[in-house]
Structure formats: structure tokens, C-alpha cells
């Protein structure tokens, strides 16, 4: 009973991850929303929230350690690599907006190495499955992405 080297699985993983960066099944496109937020509103520190979007699409970039896990790098991040201070942020929006574009693209390319018979297996050793690691990502990505659409539409109430 010996499993194919099917990758229905991880066809279905990659389409996840498409979805989630664009139209996803909330309905929201992500980069009509990352494109349309400029550097001031990007840093502007809001009542109520921890961070600003720029510190959130900035924390989401690190996720790029899943990509590393998937190469059989054990890749550790810093503290303030994963959450950088406000007055640190010396990046353009347009240069986070576009490595989260990269971000997406590489772990794709990773996964089109895989298939399916590697999922549940560790990531790394002593790591959790391959398949968690994944999900974990895709699940990290919506809830902050939620956090940056919330605050857009934050912002486009404070501006009425």
C-alpha cells in the first residue's frame, strides 16, 4: 500500500496561499488594500492598537522562516527583527508591500518542490509537520492581514 507522489495536497496548500494574497474567500483583495496605503498612514500610531501597519506588515515578512524550515535552514529570529520598534522602520512601504510579494512567491516555489507525502512528516527535526507548519503560516497571515484592514478602514473613518 504504498502512497503515489501525488501533490493534491500541496496543490491545494499553494492554492491557499493564492487566495489568501488575492482575492481571498473574505472577499478582500490584500494588495488593492497594501497598494493603497501611503508611509504616513502606514506609520501612523493608532489608539487602541499595539503597533502600526507598517510594524505588523513588517512582523509578517518574518514568516519568511517557513520558507527557510522548508529549505532545512533552522532559521532563529531576533526580537526585534519579529516585531521592529516604530522609530527603527526605515523601510518604504512600497519596499514591505513588495517583499510580502516575494514572501508569497517563495514559499510557492518551495512547495512546487514538494509533495505530498512530505507533509506530514517534520518540517525540521524535533519541528512540528511540514502540513502545520503551512497552515500555521496561512493562519498567522489572515489574522494580521484582519488587523491591517481593520485599521484602513480606521483611518478612512477618521478622514470623513
Known amino acids: ?48 492598537f499595539n503597533h502600526t501597519i507598517h510594524q505588523i506588515a513588517r512582523h509578517l515578512i518574518t514568516d519568511f522562516v517557513v520558507i527557510k ?16 520598534p516604530v522609530d527603527k522602520i526605515n523601510f518604504k512601504w512600497t519596499d514591505t508591500v513588495n517583499a510580502l510579494r516575494e514572501n508569497k512567491k517563495e514559499i510557492i516555489r518551495e512547495l512546487q518542490n514538494l509533495s505530498d507525502d512530505s507533509l506530514d512528516k517534520p518540517i525540521l527535526k524535533d519541528f512540528s509537520s511540514t502540513y502545520v507548519n ?24 477618521l478622514r470623513k
Request: hydrophobic residues 35%; aromatic residues 12%; glycine residues 6%.
Open 134 to 157: 503551512l497552515h500555521g503560516y496561512i493562519q498567522h497571515s489572515y489574522y494580521h492581514f484582519g488587523q491591517i484592514v481593520l485599521m484602513t478602514k480606521y483611518i478612512e473613518n
Open 1 to 48: 500500500n504504498i502512497k503515489k507522489m501525488g501533490k493534491v495536497e500541496i496543490n491545494r496548500i499553494i492554492d491557499q496561499i493564492e487566495q489568501l494574497h488575492n482575492n481571498n474567500w473574505v472577499g478582500v483583495n490584500l494588495y488593492e488594500i497594501l497598494d493603497g496605503i501611503t508611509d504616513n498612514y502606514a506609520n501612523l500610531k493608532l489608539p487602541n
Open 69 to 84: 524550515r522548508l529549505q532545512g535552514i533552522d532559521y532563529k529570529i531576533a526580537n526585534e527583527e519579529n516585531w521592529i
